[in-house]
């Protein structure tokens, strides 16, 4: 029965509807903040969290941050919410440009 269960949740796990968002990552210790867009805001914290544990993250300097303040000092954050009729078929091409506002208004790094 444990297989079946476990194929049921991956099944209802691919089924559900994700939402595109712009995130900010904060170093309450340094101030320093991080902003990033993603097709599934409620999956981006495990998987930033997962590399900045690792020490594996792809933006050193937000690694370094890490390392240095410690993961009690970071918080991930939404800051814009896009829904389907907005992304439309470029979705990629609107949400890095929306991330590239939030960077502007927060002076903030891209994660």
Do not use: C
């Amino acid at each position: 029965m444990e297989h079946q269960a476990r194929r049921a949740a991956i099944a209802a796990y691919k089924k559900r509807e994700s939402v595109a968002g712009i995130y900010v990552v904060r170093s309450a210790a340094s101030g320093e903040a991080w902003v990033g867009h993603t097709p599934d805001i409620d999956a981006i914290r495990n998987r930033i969290w997962f590399a900045l544990r690792t020490g594996g993250h792809t933006n050193r300097p937000l690694q370094a941050a890490w390392n240095r303040d410690g993961e009690a000092a970071f918080s991930l954050d939404p800051l814009e919410l896009v829904d389907e009729e907005t992304l439309g078929f470029m979705a990629d091409k609107v949400l890095r440009s929306k991330a590239g506002d939030w960077r502007a208004k927060l002076s903030a790094g891209a994660v």
